[in-house]
């Protein structure tokens, strides 16, 4: 406590003596008489010095609060309607000291801003003004004390920063072209939503100065995420985004070059990546696409972040071991006020930030503070004091700033930056501003918040505001400003008489991104992603290889290295783990990073996948396919993630976004844990393609298969994604299905499925109903030729085992339930029914189920037997492919009707299992 009767322990150094200390406790603030009076103190000390010294820990103190309260009091509202706060602990007797004290006081070693020694009076008043003006701060809780000192320092010496005449100028006119755009477009388009600044033009002199310090720190690259608030003004204002194509949009023409396929978004949702100059170099500003779910892009920003930061050898594959995540690269992540309160994913984002494999260096947060969100008050929005209080979760500074004062603004971005840059943690500056209209342009606020809108309404401008101050102090002329927003009226005007006939150009993702193209309409490519067998033995040898001091555990050393050196060595059967191990290590051979993660990834949810290897003595980590060649090489990454499903999944879509030369892989620990992150698959997953042409190579992992483990751990809902996907109910799908959905029944499918998705010539999300059981299943293994060159991915797997002019019944099946019916199939002696794996669920193989058709030309009975309930699985989506592309009417077979996703009853699982095979293979 810095009130009342207590001295911090990190203060007692100012005093030197224990008594000193224990007699001011005691003495609640009575320095002078009462200590020169004790006569133990006097033996030691002089009157002065113990005076002196008491009084120094006496300001030591004041200075503190402060520093840590002073934002309690600051004049942060630019409508003057939330009033400052009291804060008891800065009431000035608490010190034994009053405004008008002309004692003087040293400051050394105490206070940053106004020299060796000062007046009290003139101390309290520079603190006013220093902590409790339009720009504050909250850094005391910070977790180390060279960070609270350099804040303290930076702080109370850049907050008279200044700025120069020309910076000044530049400045208004920013703001004033934001400004002059919202009106231009209320004018001309007085019925669109277009999520105007005004009333945060300010934070475009954060932007500003973002970039230029990116440029001082040597950053070339910033990603930012944003929200629709101020976004159109942001992208023309200063990421020189053509408003022509805004315009177009406006009109309802597409923002896509002819010929390209899709379908494009809201106006809000534009995004641009562009160079910047600024200084003697450009800063390259990627602004990444955003749905309409507010917080949903802030790991995906900070996932393609991260993956910048790779591509530059400066995180966790770097080839230069000093460099550090975020010195080239900044991720910038801007936040509505109640959506950074109240959304999920920003906690979730905030927990990883400092994790490993997961890190960007720190971003620097913008949270636009409207004081409202939609129509609910600020007082119903949070629980907390502060909109920023989520992030001190992870011990974040916090820099609160009215955006009345827009020289401030970019004071507190200027402190930001450095804070992230010195230390490489996230950093929070809390724009107070407004929101001139409703939730858009078409609302009526007053409705709902008459008071702070009678305070907007009577308001000027705060562009017009600042432009005024300049022009009154001399700093500028009016015409000079006048000038230059005539001229932004005049392009504006310009871009609009071209709006019409304008035609768009296509987009350039970057160089990493050249010789691929958008998958074929036409037919599924089989491509060849076969590896040679002198490769695939030397990848699962090199997967399993560890020093001999390296102590692995005694049961994974038998089951699971020896094994698989003893495979490799024989060329047998290679089960699941193998399999993976072999296609990410062949594509690591061949020069391509693989990123896998989620809570289990290392070992696997099952204990199956020991891509990791820990030393059970040191607890020492190996990713043995890391150490696999001398030469350069893929890099695999096992990024063991927190508990989260949408910040993690997002992160890895961020990362698939940045290159197409990684395999990013997302594993869920139970297939069913995709649900927490829906958001990300609706938004960003399956229609990323459709509504932005950006391509992602996304893997998601998700266990499947009912095998009695209740409601919770047995489904992956195949039914939600097959329903998400594009495909044609009465034609041939190609490639160009917006994402794969594939439920395959062996190691070599799995194997050339992970191949196809970096060998192909573009990329497609890959949904992955993956196994439990079938991970050691004797019967679910596959030959090392099966791996060779020459093979590829099949769509469907045909039934070898029985001739085809006795079948009289065909049964197709998908997933690890071909192996409960062919086991139950021999165990009942059928000899006339055989069963097709469709491995392929999207993009649908009309032309190979229609081969397998072909084949059984005196069958009479065409079933689908899964083994989920009739409204889950594949059967809603096949039944009418079957029906309205083959002519096939198939009969189901299968659990009921359920509304949950399985039975959490032993007994009765175990019932409805037999009845679903008795009804397959029941004779008609």
């Not at 893929?634 to 990684?662: D, K, M």
Request: net charge negative; aromatic share 8%; charged share 20%.
């Amino acid at each position: 406590m810095f009130g009342g009767k207590f001295v911090c322990a990190r203060f007692a150094k100012h005093l030197k003596c224990r008594r000193a200390v224990a007699l001011y406790h005691s003495k609640s603030g009575v320095y002078g008489n009462r200590v020169a009076a004790e006569p133990q103190l006097k033996e030691t000390f002089s009157e002065a010095e113990i005076k002196n010294r008491i009084q120094h820990a006496t300001i030591t103190r004041l200075v503190q609060a402060y520093r840590q309260y002073g934002h309690r009091k600051a004049q942060l509202d630019p409508l003057g309607l939330q009033k400052p706060k009291t804060s008891p602990e800065l009431d000035l007797r608490h010190y034994g000291v009053t405004a008008s004290d002309s004692s003087s006081v040293s400051l050394a070693g105490i206070f940053y801003g106004g020299g060796n020694t000062m007046q009290i009076s003139e101390l309290i008043d520079h603190l006013e003004r220093l902590y409790c003006g339009s720009l504050a701060a909250e850094f005391e809780h910070l977790v180390t004390e060279e960070e609270r000192t350099w804040f303290a320092e930076t702080f109370e010496t850049r907050h008279t920063m200044d700025i120069s005449q020309d910076r000044q100028v530049a400045l208004a006119k920013l703001m004033l072209k934001c400004q002059a755009f919202d009106h231009f477009l209320s004018n001309k388009f007085t019925t669109v939503k277009r999520y105007g600044g005004e009333g945060g033009e300010s934070m475009m002199g954060c932007f500003d100065e973002v970039f230029r310090k990116c440029s001082e720190q040597g950053m070339e690259d910033v990603v930012v995420c944003m929200p629709h608030r101020g976004r159109l003004n942001f992208l023309t204002s200063l990421l020189d985004f053509p408003p022509v194509i805004m315009f177009q949009k406006m009109k309802g023409k597409s923002e896509f070059p002819p010929g390209a396929k899709g379908t494009g978004d809201v106006l809000s949702h534009l995004y641009t990546s562009v160079d910047l100059p600024y200084g003697d170099k450009n800063v390259h500003v990627s602004l990444i696409p955003n749905p309409s779910h507010l917080e949903a892009n802030n790991p995906v920003a900070a996932g393609k972040a991260r993956a910048k930061q790779q591509r530059r050898e400066a995180a966790s594959y770097s080839s230069a071991p000093d460099a550090t995540p975020g010195d080239q690269v900044l991720c910038l992540q801007v936040h509505g006020d109640a959506s950074f309160s109240g959304q999920g994913v920003v906690a979730e984002t905030f927990c990883f930030a400092n994790c490993a494999h997961f890190t960007v260096g720190g971003s620097v947060h913008l949270i636009v503070n409207n004081q409202i969100g939609y129509t609910t008050e600020a007082t119903l929005g949070r629980s907390s004091e502060y909109v920023s209080d989520l992030a001190k979760i992870n011990g974040c500074p916090v820099i609160h700033v009215n955006a009345d004062n827009p020289e401030d603004v970019v004071r507190a971005t200027s402190i930001a930056m450095d804070y992230r840059y010195k230390f490489h943690k996230d950093v929070i500056i809390d724009l107070m501003c407004f929101r001139r209209w409703g939730h858009n342009e078409m609302d009526e606020p007053s409705f709902t918040q008459p008071i702070m809108y009678q305070a907007i309404n009577s308001r000027q401008s705060i562009p017009d505001n600042y432009a005024n101050t300049l022009v009154s102090g001399g700093v500028c002329e009016q015409s000079a400003l006048d000038t230059s927003v005539q001229e932004w009226n005049t392009k504006l005007a310009a871009d609009m008489a071209k709006a019409d006939s304008h035609v768009p150009q296509p987009f350039h993702l970057g160089q990493q991104w050249s010789g691929l193209v958008q998958a074929s309409d036409d037919t599924v490519t089989a491509w060849d992603t076969g590896v040679p067998l002198d490769i695939l033995k030397f990848v699962g040898v090199k997967s399993v290889d560890v020093p001999v001091d390296f102590n692995v555990h005694p049961t994974i050393q038998r089951t699971h290295v020896e094994r698989r050196r003893q495979k490799m060595s024989e060329g047998g059967e290679v089960d699941w783990a193998t399999a993976e191990a072999l296609a990410m290590g062949s594509l690591m051979y061949q020069g391509v990073h693989v990123r896998i993660s989620g809570q289990d990834v290392g070992r696997g949810t099952f204990s199956q996948r020991h891509a990791m290897l820990v030393d059970q003595q040191t607890d020492d980590i190996r990713i043995p396919l890391n150490h696999m060649m001398d030469t350069q090489q893929g890099f695999l990454e096992v990024a063991h993630s927190v508990l989260s499903e949408e910040a993690v999944l997002g992160f890895e879509y961020g990362v698939s976004l940045e290159t197409p030369q990684i395999l990013p892989i997302w594993e869920a620990q139970f297939g069913d844990f995709f649900n927490g992150a829906q958001i990300m698959i609706d938004t960003y997953i399956s229609s990323g393609e459709l509504k932005w042409l950006l391509q992602s190579g996304i893997v998601m992992l998700l266990p499947h298969g009912m095998d009695g483990a209740g409601p919770e751990h047995s489904s992956c809902r195949i039914e939600r994604f097959l329903q998400m996907c594009d495909s044609k109910e009465d034609g041939v799908d190609g490639d160009n299905v917006n994402m794969q959905v594939a439920h395959p029944t062996t190691p070599a499918q799995y194997f050339h499925l992970m191949r196809r998705q970096v060998i192909r010539n573009f990329r497609k999300p890959l949904i992955v109903a993956a196994p439990k059981l079938i991970l050691r299943l004797p019967a679910a293994v596959s030959s090392m030729a099966e791996l060779l060159p020459g093979n590829h991915f099949l769509p469907v797997l045909s039934d070898a085992s029985v001739s085809p002019g006795d079948v009289k019944k065909v049964v197709f099946c998908s997933g690890k339930h071909f192996y409960t019916l062919d086991k139950e199939r021999q165990q009942r002696g059928v000899k006339d029914t055989a069963i097709v794996r469709v491995e392929s669920l999207c993009p649908f193989p009309a032309i190979e189920v229609k081969a397998e058709l072909d084949k059984f030309s005196q069958a009479k009975e065409f079933v689908w037997s899964q083994e989920e309930h009739r409204n889950m699985g594949a059967w809603t989506f096949v039944a009418p492919r079957f029906a309205n592309i083959l002519g096939y009417q198939l009969k189901y077979v299968g659990r009921g009707v359920l509304g949950s996703p399985a039975v959490g009853v032993g007994d009765v699982h175990k019932v409805e299992s037999q009845k679903l095979l008795d009804d397959t293979f029941q004779q008609s």
